[in-house]
């Protein structure tokens, strides 16, 4: 397909976005909510929740693969690949860069503290978008309830991988005992494309079986295999996004090779720094784009012995393998998700799958506020500037015309006057 101007228009505001969408998955939902549908109506609200509903379904990186479907619905799946390279590239080379400047940095936490009011901030983002999504999802008995619900459950286990698309499916079987309309039978069937789903299972059977070969034989260049199954299975198996995937990553790489049987068992284990791995691990929350970018980090730093060509393979590698799984996931789906639209089953399903990711958002809300502004168990409040930050950007974001891409920039600047006055 060609690119026409307004697929450039897009990608331009794709590009756009990948600078300056901070605050991890749950804040990227409001900057896309303001971005893609307030000022460019590239979606409306309705296609926007419905697209993150679905993608909290499936294992891999969901702002990920909803901005993915953002590109698909303007041009296919051509556009939908350049939309992913365009948002995950800026924070890619940021982390994989970091990779190599780590060993130079002698105050990292003076770097991570620069980045203090980043967080609030990104509450304020999830709080609005939880806000503007209630209008549209929220419409009467059994939506409330089910916010309510979903809200009330998601909180206390907030860290827990299954919690998302188990309340989501959840959701969707409550909605089911209502007597909406069922959907015209005349809706077009989108032809499937299984080349996807038998890649995906191709690459991780090959991947698997090489990296076990060269395991056993103890192969002299066995890292970039070993990498690439252990950052591609990771992509494809983890739910609940950076979240999840960043224990997963220091059990395997920190914890996991300093056991006595692994070390006997696989002397030649890949091993990560500590120290390093929870400076990348807080940076890649400081800076705009998706958190499954600690993979270029995390790859670098793991081959960074082999010197600065392998390093860079590294990072490479632990870009791709962690993002090709959702990429091939989430255009295999969707296209079966909106097949499967038309029965009634499914159409019944998205009122209460709708009103869960509401609630979800306001457990986000209350989870996060937690841990910078005020303890929601016990009242305590913990920085009075981080409130203001939380309320400031809720404010300018519902009541005022600001680009929101200015928003993170006076946050920087905040915490900038912050550290050094």
């Known amino acids: 397909m060609l690119i026409v101007p307004r697929h450039i228009?897009?990608?331009?505001?794709?590009?756009?976005?990948?600078?300056?969408?901070?605050?991890?998955?749950?804040?990227?939902m409001g900057m896309m909510l303001k971005n893609f549908v307030h000022r460019r109506h590239d979606v409306t609200e309705e296609e926007?929740?419905?697209?993150?509903?679905?993608?909290?379904?499936?294992?891999?990186?969901?702002?990920?693969?909803?901005?993915?479907?953002?590109?698909?619905?303007?041009?296919?799946?051509?556009?939908?690949?350049?939309?992913?390279?365009?948002?995950?590239?800026?924070?890619?080379?940021?982390?994989?860069?970091?990779?190599?400047?780590i060993k130079y940095v002698n105050d990292k936490a003076a770097l991570v503290s620069a980045f203090r009011f980043i967080q609030p901030?990104?509450?304020g983002f999830i709080a609005f978008a939880a806000y503007r999504m209630s209008k549209f999802a929220i419409h009467n008995k059994i939506t409330t309830i089910i916010m309510i619900v979903a809200a009330i459950i998601t909180l206390p286990l907030f860290n827990t991988p299954w919690i998302f698309p188990g309340i989501i499916i959840a959701a969707g079987i409550a909605t089911n005992f209502s007597k909406i309309r069922i959907p015209q039978r005349d809706v077009p069937i989108r032809k499937i494309r299984w080349v996807n789903i038998f890649i995906f299972f191709s690459i991780f059977a090959i991947s698997a079986s090489v990296s076990e070969t060269a395991r056993k034989h103890d192969?002299?260049?066995?890292?970039?295999?070993?990498?690439?199954?252990?950052?591609?299975?990771?992509?494809?198996?983890?739910f609940g996004g950076g979240?999840?995937?960043?224990?997963?990553?220091?059990?395997?790489?920190?914890?996991?090779?300093?056991?006595?049987?692994?070390?006997?068992r696989n002397p030649g284990a890949l091993k990560a720094d500590k120290e390093d791995f929870f400076t990348g691990s807080g940076i890649v929350r400081a800076i705009p784009g998706p958190v499954f970018s600690i993979g270029a980090f995390t790859g670098g730093i793991l081959l960074s012995k082999g010197g600065s060509n392998t390093q860079l393979?590294?990072?490479?590698?632990?870009?791709?393998?962690?993002?090709?799984?959702?990429?091939?996931?989430?255009?295999?789906?969707?296209?079966?998700?909106?097949?499967?639209?038309?029965?009634?089953?499914?159409?019944?399903?998205?009122?209460?799958?709708?009103?869960?990711?509401?609630?979800?958002?306001?457990?986000?809300t209350l989870f996060?506020?937690?841990?910078?502004?005020?303890?929601?168990?016990?009242?305590?409040?913990?920085?009075?500037?981080?409130?203001?930050?939380?309320?400031?950007?809720?404010?300018?974001?519902?009541?005022?015309?600001?680009?929101p891409q200015l928003v993170p920039v006076f946050c920087l600047l905040l915490g900038l006057m912050f550290y050094y006055f």
């Open 243 to 264: 979240d999840v995937l960043i224990p997963m990553m220091y059990q395997q790489y920190v914890i996991r090779p300093t056991r006595i049987k692994i070390e006997k």
């Open 219 to 238: 192969w002299k260049n066995r890292g970039p295999y070993n990498l690439f199954e252990n950052f591609y299975r990771f992509g494809g198996l983890v």
């Open 368 to 403: 996060l506020m937690q841990a910078v502004s005020i303890n929601i168990t016990n009242g305590k409040l913990i920085s009075y500037a981080n409130v203001f930050v939380i309320i400031g950007t809720f404010l300018l974001l519902t009541f005022s015309k600001i680009f």
């Open 48 to 101: 926007l929740l419905e697209f993150n509903a679905f993608c909290q379904m499936l294992p891999g990186a969901s702002s990920t693969q909803t901005i993915t479907l953002i590109g698909y619905k303007q041009g296919g799946v051509p556009i939908a690949i350049l939309t992913l390279l365009i948002w995950i590239t800026p924070a890619c080379v940021l982390m994989g860069s970091f990779s190599f400047l």
């Open 121 to 123: 901030m990104a509450v």
């Open 313 to 364: 393979m590294g990072c490479i590698i632990g870009t791709v393998a962690l993002f090709l799984p959702s990429l091939l996931l989430v255009l295999f789906f969707f296209p079966v998700w909106n097949n499967l639209k038309k029965y009634a089953v499914i159409y019944r399903s998205l009122e209460g799958i709708n009103a869960s990711v509401v609630g979800i958002m306001i457990a986000s």
């Open 9 to 28: 228009s897009f990608l331009k505001a794709v590009l756009v976005h990948s600078l300056t969408a901070f605050g991890g998955p749950q804040g990227h």
